[in-house]
């Protein structure tokens, strides 16, 4: 096996994910979808650092997921904060702005 | 190790890429797919164990740990208990907002598939130099050498950004008091003012053998009172009902008792 094979997971991880986003209306969902994304990445990551043959993907792979971390903290918060004033947690629900 | 530099991996790598990815594609999808959050996010668990076991293989032996650690172990139980505080049972609804979003949407996903990949296909990707010198130190000295040294100022951007994050869920999640709270005896005059159910609630449960909090308690008609059923199971629709089932429980003793007693039944009786 070809270890280029791990990049062609890591692509088809990704856009299992995009099309998750696109197509779930739970706001919850929608999130895990986009940190699937993030993992497929960090999966690329971690495969060309053994292509090239140094660290360097691999600290950048630490990176992205230290600012997943972060990024899950804020968002979950802000899903809250929404669940709460309007009850539920649909991204449709989510129109006010709209015409 | 003389495997990780190679143009093809030993034949137990290649046995574990294909069970291994196999088995977290099927995860990803479940994500997806699956109606309720808790399935979702169980699947998307068990696939980033399996990348994790990808790190491994790959050589990332200290970002194979973190990922268990940190993706499993803290990012996926964050988003449980954020499941459980909005509501295990809320199902996502079939209704379409916008007509043929979805298939759209897959056919989006499949289209930009098909192009990450097929440019993966067309970059001539060979050779893997392996990590065999990179990891000879040691992979956790190796990355700590790089973290301290060449990427330091991101290291000290991370960490500015941990704590603004912490600093921001606690902000945004934070209500402040701006009213007194009512005391119980403005409570009860308010409820005398209103006039609309001056006692406590009643009880759930009519029977001995179902006096189960879900289960609603009887009215002397047979029907069952939704008052008697705590607020949260009658939103969630959790309230069982078994005053037609009791009925017949009911009626089934009277006619053993009567068979046993020989006693004639109340329709005789009365003629």
């Given amino acids: 096996m070809n270890p280029v094979n791990y990049l062609y997971l890591a692509a088809l991880l990704f856009s299992i994910g995009a099309t998750g986003v696109l197509i779930r209306r739970n706001a919850i969902v929608v999130f895990m979808c986009v940190e699937l994304m993030l993992n497929a990445c960090n999966l690329a990551f971690v495969a060309f650092s053994r292509l090239h043959g140094n660290l360097d993907g691999q600290i950048i792979a630490f990176f992205t997921m230290v600012v997943a971390a972060a990024e899950v903290v804020v968002g979950l918060a802000i899903i809250v904060s929404l669940f709460r004033s309007r009850h539920s947690a649909s991204v449709d629900d989510a129109s006010l702005m709209k015409l | ?271």
């Fill in chain 2, 1 to 271: 190790m003389s495997t990780l530099a190679a143009a093809t991996t030993s034949t137990g790598e290649a046995v574990q890429f294909w069970i291994l990815g196999t088995v977290a594609v099927l995860g990803a999808l479940c994500t997806i797919l699956m109606r309720r959050a808790v399935h979702s996010a169980l699947c998307l668990a068990g696939t980033m164990i399996i990348l994790a076991v990808f790190y491994l293989a790959n050589g990332a032996y200290f970002l194979g740990i973190v990922q268990i650690v940190v993706y499993t172990g803290a990012i996926m139980m964050l988003f449980l208990f954020v499941v459980m505080l909005i509501g295990v049972s809320a199902a996502d609804s079939l209704k379409e907002t916008i007509k043929g979003q979805r298939w759209l949407a897959a056919l989006c996903g499949i289209g930009f598939g098909v192009l990450l990949i097929a440019g993966i296909g067309n970059a001539s990707l060979t050779e893997f130099s392996g990590l065999t010198r990179a990891n000879s130190g040691g992979n956790v000295e190796g990355l700590a050498t790089l973290i301290f040294t060449k990427y330091v100022f991101a290291f000290e951007i991370t960490g500015a950004l941990l704590i603004t994050a912490a600093v921001g869920a606690m902000v945004l999640t934070h209500r402040e008091r701006t009213e007194r709270a009512k005391t119980q005896r403005e409570l009860s005059e308010q409820r005398i003012r209103d006039g609309v159910h001056l006692p406590p609630l009643p009880a759930p449960g009519v029977y001995a053998r179902h006096n189960a909090v879900d289960i609603a308690g009887l009215l002397p008609d047979g029907s069952p009172s939704e008052l008697t059923v705590n607020k949260t199971l009658r939103a969630r629709g959790q309230i069982r009902d078994v005053s037609s089932e009791a009925l017949n429980d009911l009626k089934a003793l009277e006619q053993r008792s009567t068979e046993r007693l020989e006693r004639p039944t109340s329709e005789e009786a009365s003629k």
